[in-house]
């Protein structure tokens, strides 16, 4: 990937090392090693959408049902993308189509009303119509907006059409339907993987991820000679392949490593195979470092995990990752078990020596439909502006617009279509979290100057200068301009 040339001017941290003021920092241009298998690794377990193939008129979800195989020879033709690309041949009730409303209360919208409509207002007043039930005026707005929408244009354009796929399905009451098929209806492996590396390499957030909690876990064992990590979303394994390098070079030797990694269904097929696929590779890289390894892995979601799965030692330092995952485990206002808060009571009661946790900055829990609706927009139209500000993958690269579908779009029709059980995207910003982790027993502990540096050498010479570097509260924030983006925060 060529260097962001544009970042080599120096990037602004807020609050550096317990400063107030704004300062600067001029850092060496650093990368985490990309080797066979930390490339595999970089979505989260939320949601994927399928994409559109060349043989295809429009982009529908249908239709991406049966999308072939991905092979390289996709740059040989563009993908075919209308101006209204979220137009669905579904039969009655199917997601994202018009045939149960395109006929009840239209409204003659033309093209005046057209040239004369702000996509972001068009979008939040179909929200707001929706919200208040006035399905014909809605209706009429969605016929406007999917003319002005496109999955390969700008980024609100690009936005607003999953937006709308989602509006729709919110109407005809088929979000739950439809993304209950869709989990069913993953994209192959192959695709998912390079989707994954893609957006990878494009942006940040997932090396912010690993780099920022590798250095905070690097200092809270720096003198433990046993290190038991549990990774409640271990996926690739890809994250440990530099803490295992680094460690090799201690002092004194080497310290003995145990990974605990908790499965999920999409990292699974990513990889490929089991978690005997992490076993091999990372054991591979600790004999090739010297370095005393062990992996031991639970295939089970996130929320059943019990102490008896862990297998904790009287004698080993316990460390606990938890990596954009913890807004997706139901909490009390989803179940009265409330799994999101026992699992934190539970690791309270492993007795770690850090708990990191890694998250999206947004607030989608609790809200209402058309106070979650805004937030997404927000946050998303953030998200996009700063994928379409990588040099290496402009707007109709068709495996940029596959990435988007199968990493972030189906996250977007989640929190727009979806209640209830079904609706499984539910961010929580860092003060929320604060509360939680409180509540269970934990205690922040400050980041340090290191964990900053660590982050600040990931992003010089690789990305745009409007991402920047915040300190707040003993937390880190990446933001997207003046928009926290995800944070770091550490816990014991």
């Known amino acids: 990937m060529q260097a962001f040339h544009e970042s080599k001017s120096p990037r602004t941290v807020l609050g550096s090392c317990n400063e107030s003021v704004l300062k600067t920092a001029h850092c060496c241009s650093f990368r985490p090693p990309l080797t066979e298998f930390n490339t595999q690794d970089f979505c989260s377990h939320g949601t994927t959408l399928s994409f559109q193939t060349c043989n295809e008129e429009f982009f529908t979800l249908d239709s991406s049902m049966s999308a072939p195989a991905f092979s390289n020879s996709v740059h040989d033709c563009q993908p075919t993308v209308s101006t209204s690309s979220f137009t669905s041949s579904w039969d009655l009730g199917t997601y994202g189509g018009r045939s149960n409303i395109s006929n009840k209360g239209r409204r003659n919208w033309d093209n005046q009303v057209i040239s004369a409509?702000?996509?972001?207002?068009?979008?939040?007043?179909?929200?707001?119509?929706?919200?208040?039930?006035?399905?014909s005026t809605?209706?009429?707005?969605?016929?406007?907006?999917?003319?002005?929408?496109?999955?390969?244009?700008?980024?609100?354009?690009?936005?607003?059409?999953?937006?709308?796929e989602g509006?729709?399905?919110?109407?005809?009451?088929?979000?739950?339907?439809?993304?209950?098929r869709l989990r069913c209806d993953e994209p192959t492996g192959p695709q998912l993987m390079t989707s994954m590396y893609m957006l990878y390499q494009i942006c940040p957030y997932w090396k912010f991820a690993y780099v920022s909690a590798n250095a905070v876990i690097q200092e809270a064992v720096e003198n433990e000679a046993k290190i038991h990590i549990i990774d409640f979303q271990v996926a690739q394994g890809s994250q440990w392949v530099p803490f295992v390098e680094s460690l090799s070079h201690r002092a004194g030797g080497a310290p003995s490593i145990r990974i605990t990694g908790v499965d999920d269904s999409q990292s699974a097929l990513a990889r490929g195979g089991g978690l005997e696929i992490i076993q091999q590779r990372l054991s591979m890289v600790a004999e090739s470092c010297g370095v005393p390894f062990e992996f031991r892995g639970v295939p089970?979601?996130?929320?059943?995990?019990?102490?008896?799965?862990?297998?904790?030692?009287?004698?080993?330092?316990?460390?606990?990752?938890?990596?954009?995952?913890?807004h997706h485990i139901p909490d009390e206002s989803v179940s009265i078990e409330n799994h999101r808060d026992r699992l934190l009571r539970l690791v309270r009661g492993?007795?770690?020596?850090?708990?990191?946790?890694?998250?999206?900055?947004?607030?989608?829990n609790t809200s209402p439909f058309y106070t979650r609706f805004l937030e997404t927009l927000d946050y998303y139209s953030a998200m996009f502006e700063s994928i379409d500000a990588a040099p290496t993958a402009p707007r109709d690269d068709p495996q940029r617009?596959?990435?988007?579908?199968?990493?972030?779009?189906?996250d977007i029709v989640n929190m727009v279509a979806c209640e209830g059980p079904e609706r499984?995207?539910?961010?929580?910003?860092?003060?929320?979290?604060?509360?939680?982790?409180?509540?269970?027993?934990f205690q922040?502990?400050?980041?340090?100057?290191?964990?900053?540096?660590?982050?600040l050498d990931m992003l010089e010479g690789e990305y745009s200068p409007n991402y920047r570097i915040e300190e707040r509260n003993g937390a880190l924030y990446l933001n997207w301009r003046n928009r926290a983006m995800v944070t770091c925060s550490a816990w014991r």
């Open 444 to 455: 922040q502990r400050p980041l340090s100057c290191s964990v900053t540096g660590a982050v």
């Open 117 to 135: 409509m702000d996509l972001k207002q068009g979008l939040i007043a179909c929200a707001k119509s929706i919200s208040d039930s006035d399905i």
């Open 167 to 180: 509006l729709r399905a919110r109407i005809e009451s088929s979000g739950n339907m439809i993304y209950q």
């Open 350 to 364: 492993l007795s770690p020596k850090v708990v990191t946790l890694l998250e999206q900055e947004s607030n989608t």
């Open 138 to 164: 809605a209706v009429g707005l969605m016929d406007v907006l999917e003319k002005m929408v496109t999955i390969s244009g700008e980024p609100i354009q690009r936005l607003g059409a999953y937006l709308l």
């Open 300 to 326: 089970m979601l996130d929320h059943e995990v019990r102490a008896e799965h862990l297998m904790i030692q009287p004698d080993e330092a316990v460390v606990v990752n938890f990596p954009y995952v913890l």
């Open 401 to 410: 617009i596959r990435a988007e579908q199968h990493c972030v779009a189906r």
């Open 424 to 441: 499984v995207e539910r961010h929580e910003l860092l003060g929320k979290w604060r509360s939680r982790f409180s509540m269970a027993g």
